[in-house]
């Protein structure tokens, strides 16, 4: 059975300063990894999807690494500001089943001021 | 870009209650749908998977009585809450999918609160 976990679970920073979020997962046999984004009492919105041949995707501020071999991945995030304060999880695709993601536990991020 | 609308967004309803939940996806056509529960500061964790036109599947120890899924066309399915309790206040979340090879795309969540 896929276990993801993600370390830290809360993580505190002042703006400005770059962060990674570290996730992890223990079956290998993945599909693709998504990053999403969730806030209070909100859905999810997705952040980067990096298909199991890909190392890295990117959108902005954000970058996404996959090691899928060592079943890790890490979300970095340069120059961060108050709106990046969320919950962020990753997500694994196992292969062979559409779309049935499983989540990991999440990082509640708090950036301020 | 594609959205999933769900609601209510939040109800409150008396214990022994029935609460139905919908999921529409506003401008692409999903034969595949999920539903999540989520408790506090947990993950979500999928209840079923809802397949146009044909039964759910439900996940291992997710009640298929008590959580009744219909999914009657390609843009709705529904989550009906049978005989609600309050062990069963959670925020449910449900996704769509596009094509098999899109990300998913997730409603905004419904809060259930039992009293």
């Known amino acids: 059975k896929q276990e993801v976990t993600q370390i830290p679970a809360a993580l505190s920073v002042p703006e400005g300063e770059n962060l990674v979020l570290n996730c992890s997962f223990t079956?290998?046999?993945?599909?693709?990894l998504q990053w999403f984004r969730q806030d209070p009492g909100k859905g999810l919105t997705s952040l980067l999807l990096?298909?199991?041949?890909?190392r890295e995707q990117t959108s902005g501020r954000l970058n996404a690494s996959l090691d899928k071999s060592s079943g890790r991945s890490t979300l970095y995030i340069a120059a961060s500001q108050p709106g990046d304060s969320a919950t962020y999880l990753c997500a694994v695709q196992p292969t062979g089943t559409a779309s049935k993601l499983t989540f990991g536990t999440g990082t509640r991020l708090q950036v301020t001021l | 870009g594609a959205v999933v609308s769900q609601h209510p967004s939040w109800v409150i309803c008396k214990s022994g209650t029935s609460v139905k939940i919908e999921c529409r996806s506003l401008?692409?056509?999903?034969?595949?749908m999920f539903w999540y529960r989520q408790f506090p500061k947990q993950s979500l964790m999928l209840m079923a998977t809802?397949?146009?036109?044909?039964?759910?599947?439900?996940e291992q120890g997710v009640e298929k009585d008590k959580f009744l899924i219909n999914h009657a066309s390609l843009t709705l399915s529904t989550l009906t809450v049978t005989s609600a309790h309050p062990e069963d206040s959670s925020f449910y979340i449900c996704?769509?999918?596009?094509?098999?090879?899109?990300?998913?795309?997730f409603g905004n969540g419904t809060r259930l609160t039992v009293t």
């Open positions: 809802s397949n146009e036109g044909s039964k759910a599947t439900y």
């Open positions: 996704s769509a999918l596009d094509r098999g090879d899109s990300p998913l795309h």
């Open positions: 079956d290998s046999a993945i599909y693709n």
């Open positions: 990096i298909q199991s041949s890909q």
């Open positions: 401008d692409f056509q999903a034969t595949t």
